[in-house]
Structures are given as structure tokens and as C-alpha cells.
């Protein structure tokens, strides 16, 4: 069975730092690509960034372009992002999910990510 487990939301200051983390199990973890998406209350989803299953290549969507890095270690099936210059526009619900050629077909649950003074 496939399963997506996200950790590491929280609340934080404006500019502030969090990592998120998203236990895989299930699946051949390299062999696939990861991405994160966020839902902001009102909004719908929001792509932020992907990586290839072998790591060596990432995307970022322009509104976290140099803040955010997404990672992955393939030896603990754990994909990552880390957040920096957090901005009370991030505030959302994040997501890590499984691509499967144009497809997001598993999803985590989500982990709740605040940004507020």
C-alpha cells in the first residue's frame, strides 16, 4: 500500500524557517518523481516544486524561487522541503505527492503550515 505521511508544518514568524518532511512507503521511492503542492484557505491548489527521482533535478514554482529547497534522501524514502524567508503569503496546507507520468496519483494528508506575526 502506498502511503504519504507529511511532517514539520507548524506556525512561524514571518521570515522565519521550517522543513518539511514526507515519509514514503509503499513504492519504489527512486523511481519516482516528488512534488509538493499547497492549499491556502479559499484558494486552490498551488504547485511549489518537484524533483526527479534520482534528485538531480528540481522546479520551483516563481513565488518560492530562491526560498524554498526541496530535497529527498532515497535511502530513507523521505522527501523534504525546506522553507526559508517564510512570508504570511505561504501560509497553507502542504502536500507531497507521487508523480506518475501526468499524474499526482498518491497524496498525503497534509501538514499545516502558518506564517504570522
Known amino acids: 500500500e502506498v502511503q504519504l505521511v507529511e511532517s514539520g508544518g507548524g506556525m512561524v514568524q514571518p521570515g522565519g524557517s521550517l522543513r518539511l518532511s514526507c515519509a514514503a512507503s509503499?513504492?519504489?521511492?527512486?523511481?519516482?518523481?516528488m512534488t509538493w503542492v499547497r492549499q491556502a484557505p479559499g484558494k486552490g491548489p498551488e504547485w511549489v516544486s518537484a524533483i526527479k527521482g534520482g534528485g538531480g533535478s528540481t522546479w520551483y514554482a516563481d513565488s518560492v524561487k530562491g526560498r524554498f529547497t526541496i530535497s529527498r534522501d532515497n535511502a530513507k524514502n523521505t522527501l523534504y522541503l525546506q522553507m526559508n524567508s517564510l512570508k504570511p503569503e505561504d501560509t497553507a496546507l502542504y502536500y507531497c505527492?507521487?508523480?506518475?507520468?501526468?499524474?499526482?496519483?498518491?497524496w498525503g494528508q497534509g501538514t499545516q503550515v502558518t506564517v504570522s506575526s
Open positions: 509503499g513504492f519504489p521511492f527512486n523511481s519516482y518523481d
Open positions: 505527492a507521487r508523480v506518475n507520468g501526468r499524474l499526482y496519483d498518491y
